[in-house]
Protein backbone atom coordinates (compact mmCIF):
# COMPACT_ATOMS: atom_id res chain seq x y z
CA UNK A 1 0.00 0.00 0.00
CA UNK A 2 2.55 2.57 -0.78
CA UNK A 3 1.56 6.15 -1.12
CA UNK A 4 3.46 6.49 -4.09
CA UNK A 5 1.05 4.11 -5.85
CA UNK A 6 -2.11 5.97 -5.14
CA UNK A 7 -3.64 8.27 -6.72
CA UNK A 8 -4.21 11.34 -3.83
CA UNK A 9 -7.34 12.39 -5.94
CA UNK A 10 -8.80 9.29 -5.43
CA UNK A 11 -8.82 10.41 -1.23
CA UNK A 12 -11.29 13.02 -2.25
CA UNK A 13 -13.56 10.87 -3.89
CA UNK A 14 -13.33 8.05 -1.15
CA UNK A 15 -14.36 11.16 1.43
CA UNK A 16 -17.11 12.35 -0.63
CA UNK A 17 -18.68 8.96 -1.03
CA UNK A 18 -18.61 8.82 2.53
CA UNK A 19 -19.94 11.78 2.96
CA UNK A 20 -22.79 10.93 0.56
CA UNK A 21 -23.88 7.83 1.19
CA UNK A 22 -24.25 7.83 -2.89
CA UNK A 23 -22.20 7.32 -5.55
CA UNK A 24 -24.95 9.50 -7.36
CA UNK A 25 -24.71 12.08 -4.94
CA UNK A 26 -20.71 11.93 -4.77
CA UNK A 27 -20.65 12.52 -8.75
CA UNK A 28 -22.54 15.33 -8.56
CA UNK A 29 -20.77 16.97 -5.56
CA UNK A 30 -17.49 16.67 -7.85
CA UNK A 31 -19.02 17.38 -10.60
CA UNK A 32 -18.07 14.14 -12.49
CA UNK A 33 -20.16 11.47 -14.38
CA UNK A 34 -20.87 7.69 -12.27
CA UNK A 35 -19.00 5.90 -14.22
CA UNK A 36 -16.12 7.98 -12.95
CA UNK A 37 -16.44 7.68 -9.31
CA UNK A 38 -16.92 4.01 -9.69
CA UNK A 39 -13.92 3.62 -11.62
CA UNK A 40 -12.06 5.57 -9.18
CA UNK A 41 -14.05 3.37 -6.24
CA UNK A 42 -12.87 0.01 -8.50
CA UNK A 43 -9.15 1.36 -8.02
CA UNK A 44 -9.17 2.41 -4.33
CA UNK A 45 -10.44 -1.21 -4.05
CA UNK A 46 -8.04 -2.50 -5.44
CA UNK A 47 -5.33 -0.69 -3.81
CA UNK A 48 -6.62 -1.69 -0.76
CA UNK A 49 -8.20 -4.76 -0.94
CA UNK A 50 -11.48 -4.11 0.80
CA UNK A 51 -15.24 -3.17 -0.73
CA UNK A 52 -14.98 -0.09 1.89
CA UNK A 53 -18.76 0.18 0.62
CA UNK A 54 -21.47 -2.27 0.32
CA UNK A 55 -24.37 -1.12 -1.33
CA UNK A 56 -27.70 -1.39 1.18
CA UNK A 57 -30.92 -0.45 -0.04
CA UNK A 58 -29.99 3.44 -1.78
CA UNK A 59 -27.02 3.92 0.54
CA UNK A 60 -23.70 3.30 0.28
CA UNK A 61 -22.23 1.76 3.92
CA UNK A 62 -18.85 1.99 4.64
CA UNK A 63 -17.08 -1.32 6.08
CA UNK A 64 -14.83 -1.37 9.48
CA UNK A 65 -11.86 -0.90 7.41
CA UNK A 66 -13.32 2.02 5.19
CA UNK A 67 -14.19 3.65 8.83
CA UNK A 68 -10.78 3.32 10.43
CA UNK A 69 -9.33 4.58 6.99
CA UNK A 70 -11.10 7.14 7.22
CA UNK A 71 -10.50 8.41 11.15
CA UNK A 72 -6.95 8.26 10.20
CA UNK A 73 -6.95 9.99 6.61
CA UNK A 74 -9.79 12.82 7.15
CA UNK A 75 -7.37 15.15 9.45
CA UNK A 76 -4.82 15.31 6.57
CA UNK A 77 -7.14 15.94 4.25
CA UNK A 78 -8.94 18.54 5.73
CA UNK A 79 -5.27 20.26 6.51
CA UNK A 80 -4.73 20.28 2.41
CA UNK A 81 -8.37 21.34 1.55
CA UNK A 82 -7.85 23.85 3.95
CA UNK A 83 -4.86 25.09 2.93
CA UNK A 84 -5.74 25.30 -0.69
CA UNK A 85 -9.20 26.85 0.17
CA UNK A 86 -8.30 29.88 1.89
CA UNK A 87 -6.68 31.24 -1.23
CA UNK A 88 -10.16 30.98 -2.76
CA UNK A 89 -13.65 32.97 -1.58
CA UNK A 90 -16.98 31.55 -1.78
CA UNK A 91 -19.14 32.85 -4.41
CA UNK A 92 -23.25 31.27 -3.04
CA UNK A 93 -24.18 32.94 -6.45
CA UNK A 94 -22.14 30.86 -8.73
CA UNK A 95 -20.85 27.64 -7.06
CA UNK A 96 -22.61 24.78 -6.07
CA UNK A 97 -23.18 23.67 -2.89
CA UNK A 98 -25.32 21.18 -0.60
CA UNK A 99 -25.47 22.05 3.06
CA UNK A 100 -26.41 19.37 5.81
CA UNK A 101 -28.07 20.31 8.76
CA UNK A 102 -28.95 18.00 11.90
CA UNK A 103 -32.40 19.76 13.55
CA UNK A 104 -34.91 17.94 15.08
CA UNK A 105 -38.84 18.48 14.20
CA UNK A 106 -39.67 21.69 15.94
CA UNK A 107 -36.22 23.32 14.90
CA UNK A 108 -37.42 22.22 11.38
CA UNK A 109 -40.35 24.73 11.56
CA UNK A 110 -38.90 27.61 13.22
CA UNK A 111 -35.75 27.65 10.94
CA UNK A 112 -36.06 26.30 7.53
CA UNK A 113 -39.14 29.07 6.49
CA UNK A 114 -36.73 31.58 7.16
CA UNK A 115 -33.23 29.87 6.20
CA UNK A 116 -34.73 28.99 2.62
CA UNK A 117 -36.44 32.69 2.10
CA UNK A 118 -32.66 33.25 2.89
CA UNK A 119 -31.70 31.16 0.61
CA UNK A 120 -33.82 32.32 -2.34
CA UNK A 121 -31.67 34.47 -3.55
CA UNK A 122 -28.70 31.60 -4.12
CA UNK A 123 -30.53 29.13 -6.40
CA UNK A 124 -27.28 26.81 -6.32
CA UNK A 125 -27.16 26.11 -3.07
CA UNK A 126 -29.15 23.17 -1.84
CA UNK A 127 -30.67 21.84 2.09
CA UNK A 128 -30.79 18.98 3.40
CA UNK A 129 -32.31 18.34 6.83
CA UNK A 130 -31.77 15.57 9.04
CA UNK A 131 -32.59 14.25 12.86
CA UNK A 132 -29.60 12.73 14.46
CA UNK A 133 -29.78 11.42 17.63
CA UNK A 134 -27.92 13.49 19.95
CA UNK A 135 -24.98 10.65 20.79
CA UNK A 136 -24.76 11.10 16.70
CA UNK A 137 -24.06 14.32 16.20
CA UNK A 138 -20.50 14.94 17.06
CA UNK A 139 -19.51 11.54 15.11
CA UNK A 140 -21.42 12.75 12.25
CA UNK A 141 -19.55 16.14 12.27
CA UNK A 142 -16.72 14.73 12.46
CA UNK A 143 -17.30 13.04 9.59
CA UNK A 144 -18.22 15.49 7.36
CA UNK A 145 -21.75 13.96 6.89
CA UNK A 146 -23.16 17.11 8.93
CA UNK A 147 -21.76 20.68 7.93
CA UNK A 148 -24.05 22.27 11.28
CA UNK A 149 -26.46 21.13 14.23
CA UNK A 150 -28.89 22.76 16.01
CA UNK A 151 -29.74 22.01 18.83
CA UNK A 152 -30.50 23.05 23.02
CA UNK A 153 -26.67 23.05 24.67
CA UNK A 154 -25.20 19.64 24.85
CA UNK A 155 -22.39 18.30 26.25
CA UNK A 156 -19.34 18.03 23.84
CA UNK A 157 -15.61 17.58 23.40
CA UNK A 158 -13.06 20.49 22.81
CA UNK A 159 -13.25 19.35 18.78
CA UNK A 160 -16.94 20.76 18.20
CA UNK A 161 -17.35 24.14 18.40
CA UNK A 162 -21.02 25.88 19.15
CA UNK A 163 -22.03 29.29 19.84
CA UNK A 164 -25.67 30.41 21.27
CA UNK A 165 -28.16 30.98 18.58
CA UNK A 166 -31.35 32.41 20.51
CA UNK A 167 -33.08 32.03 23.33
CA UNK A 168 -36.28 30.92 23.77
CA UNK A 169 -39.03 31.01 26.68
CA UNK A 170 -41.34 28.64 27.89
CA UNK A 171 -45.30 29.53 27.43
CA UNK A 172 -48.37 28.15 28.25
CA UNK A 173 -51.40 26.74 25.48
CA UNK A 174 -54.43 25.91 26.18
CA UNK A 175 -57.89 26.08 23.62
CA UNK A 176 -59.96 28.83 23.46
CA UNK A 177 -62.12 29.79 26.27
CA UNK A 178 -60.33 27.08 28.61
CA UNK A 179 -61.88 27.72 32.08
CA UNK A 180 -58.48 27.45 33.47
CA UNK A 181 -57.51 30.84 31.48
CA UNK A 182 -60.57 32.94 33.54
CA UNK A 183 -59.22 35.79 35.11
CA UNK A 184 -55.44 34.53 34.23
CA UNK A 185 -53.53 31.58 34.96
CA UNK A 186 -52.93 30.41 38.47
CA UNK A 187 -50.39 28.07 39.93
CA UNK A 188 -53.08 26.34 41.01
CA UNK A 189 -55.29 26.12 37.88
CA UNK A 190 -52.14 25.01 36.20
CA UNK A 191 -51.22 22.17 38.93
CA UNK A 192 -54.62 21.33 38.85
CA UNK A 193 -55.50 20.83 34.97
CA UNK A 194 -54.38 17.72 32.91
CA UNK A 195 -51.17 18.35 30.66
CA UNK A 196 -49.60 16.53 27.75
CA UNK A 197 -46.03 16.31 27.36
CA UNK A 198 -43.68 16.18 24.42
CA UNK A 199 -40.68 14.15 24.57
CA UNK A 200 -38.81 11.33 22.86
CA UNK A 201 -38.58 9.68 26.22
CA UNK A 202 -41.33 7.10 27.38
CA UNK A 203 -40.88 8.58 31.17
CA UNK A 204 -39.52 10.90 33.17
CA UNK A 205 -39.92 14.86 33.57
CA UNK A 206 -40.17 17.57 31.29
CA UNK A 207 -37.66 20.47 31.56
CA UNK A 208 -40.51 22.62 33.60
CA UNK A 209 -40.97 19.61 36.03
CA UNK A 210 -37.72 19.79 37.88
CA UNK A 211 -38.69 23.91 38.41
CA UNK A 212 -41.87 22.79 39.76
CA UNK A 213 -40.12 19.83 41.51
CA UNK A 214 -37.95 22.21 43.32
CA UNK A 215 -40.92 24.21 44.15
CA UNK A 216 -42.98 21.59 45.92
CA UNK A 217 -45.60 20.68 43.53
CA UNK A 218 -46.58 18.09 40.75
CA UNK A 219 -48.85 18.22 37.75
CA UNK A 220 -50.74 15.61 36.17
CA UNK A 221 -49.60 14.38 32.75
CA UNK A 222 -52.33 12.70 30.87
CA UNK A 223 -50.49 12.64 27.21
CA UNK A 224 -47.12 11.78 26.55
CA UNK A 225 -46.31 12.18 22.89
CA UNK A 226 -43.37 12.93 20.60
CA UNK A 227 -44.42 15.73 18.25
CA UNK A 228 -45.41 19.08 19.11
CA UNK A 229 -47.60 19.65 15.85
CA UNK A 230 -49.77 16.59 17.45
CA UNK A 231 -49.71 17.60 20.81
CA UNK A 232 -51.38 20.99 19.88
CA UNK A 233 -53.78 19.47 17.83
CA UNK A 234 -55.16 17.68 21.30
CA UNK A 235 -54.96 20.46 23.90
CA UNK A 236 -56.82 22.45 20.87
CA UNK A 237 -59.86 19.64 21.24
CA UNK A 238 -59.63 19.23 24.86
CA UNK A 239 -59.02 20.65 27.95
CA UNK A 240 -55.23 19.63 28.43
CA UNK A 241 -52.63 21.97 28.93
CA UNK A 242 -49.09 22.30 26.87
CA UNK A 243 -46.46 23.89 27.69
CA UNK A 244 -43.70 24.63 25.25
CA UNK A 245 -41.01 26.85 23.06
CA UNK A 246 -42.98 30.15 22.10
CA UNK A 247 -41.01 30.24 18.73
CA UNK A 248 -43.14 27.15 17.54
CA UNK A 249 -46.07 28.09 20.02
CA UNK A 250 -47.00 31.50 17.97
CA UNK A 251 -46.74 29.59 14.45
CA UNK A 252 -49.27 26.71 15.39
CA UNK A 253 -51.36 29.23 17.16
CA UNK A 254 -51.67 31.45 14.46
CA UNK A 255 -54.01 28.58 12.83
CA UNK A 256 -55.47 26.88 15.66
CA UNK A 257 -57.84 27.71 17.98
CA UNK A 258 -54.88 27.92 20.75
CA UNK A 259 -54.22 30.62 23.60
CA UNK A 260 -51.02 31.28 24.48
CA UNK A 261 -49.84 32.80 28.03
CA UNK A 262 -47.24 32.86 30.44
CA UNK A 263 -47.06 30.23 33.24
CA UNK A 264 -48.07 30.80 36.40
CA UNK A 265 -44.08 30.38 36.93
CA UNK A 266 -40.76 31.81 35.60
CA UNK A 267 -39.50 28.36 34.08
CA UNK A 268 -36.10 28.06 33.09
CA UNK A 269 -35.37 28.83 29.05
CA UNK A 270 -34.24 26.73 25.71
CA UNK A 271 -30.84 27.97 24.69
CA UNK A 272 -30.81 26.63 21.21
CA UNK A 273 -26.55 26.31 19.78
CA UNK A 274 -25.40 25.89 16.52
CA UNK A 275 -22.85 23.34 16.72
CA UNK A 276 -19.89 22.77 14.09
CA UNK A 277 -16.77 20.59 14.01
CA UNK A 278 -13.43 22.84 14.52
CA UNK A 279 -11.50 20.68 11.62
CA UNK A 280 -14.02 22.85 8.90
CA UNK A 281 -14.69 25.82 10.67
CA UNK A 282 -12.11 27.52 8.48
CA UNK A 283 -13.89 26.23 4.83
CA UNK A 284 -15.22 29.50 2.85
CA UNK A 285 -17.97 27.76 2.37
CA UNK A 286 -19.11 26.99 5.24
CA UNK A 287 -18.16 30.11 6.68
CA UNK A 288 -20.22 32.29 4.78
CA UNK A 289 -23.14 29.89 5.98
CA UNK A 290 -22.73 30.25 9.57
CA UNK A 291 -22.55 33.90 9.10
CA UNK A 292 -26.35 34.14 7.18
CA UNK A 293 -27.67 31.65 10.03
CA UNK A 294 -25.95 34.63 12.33
CA UNK A 295 -27.92 37.19 10.54
CA UNK A 296 -30.80 34.82 10.62
CA UNK A 297 -31.17 34.85 14.55
CA UNK A 298 -30.01 38.47 14.55
CA UNK A 299 -32.59 39.82 12.36
CA UNK A 300 -35.43 37.57 14.60
Known amino acids: MAINRLDLNLLNVFDTIYREGSLTRAARALHLTQPAISHSLARLRDHFDDPLFTRQ?????????????LESMRPGLTQIQ????????????????????????????????ELMS??????????ISQRVPRREIEIRLAAGKLDFAVDVLLPVSNQTAHEL???????????????????????????SASHALVSSRSEGPGLEDFELSRLGVQRDIRLRCQHYFAACRVVEQTDLLLT???????MIAERAGITIVAPPVELPGLDVHLYWHKLYEKEPALTWFREQLREMQQDR
Open 244 to 250: MPETYAR
Open 165 to 191: LRRDRLVVLARNHHPALEGGLTMEDYI
Open 57 to 69: GNQMVPTPMAKRF
Open 118 to 127: QMADYPELDI
Open 82 to 113: SAVNQFHAFDPGRQRKTYTLGLRDILESTFLP
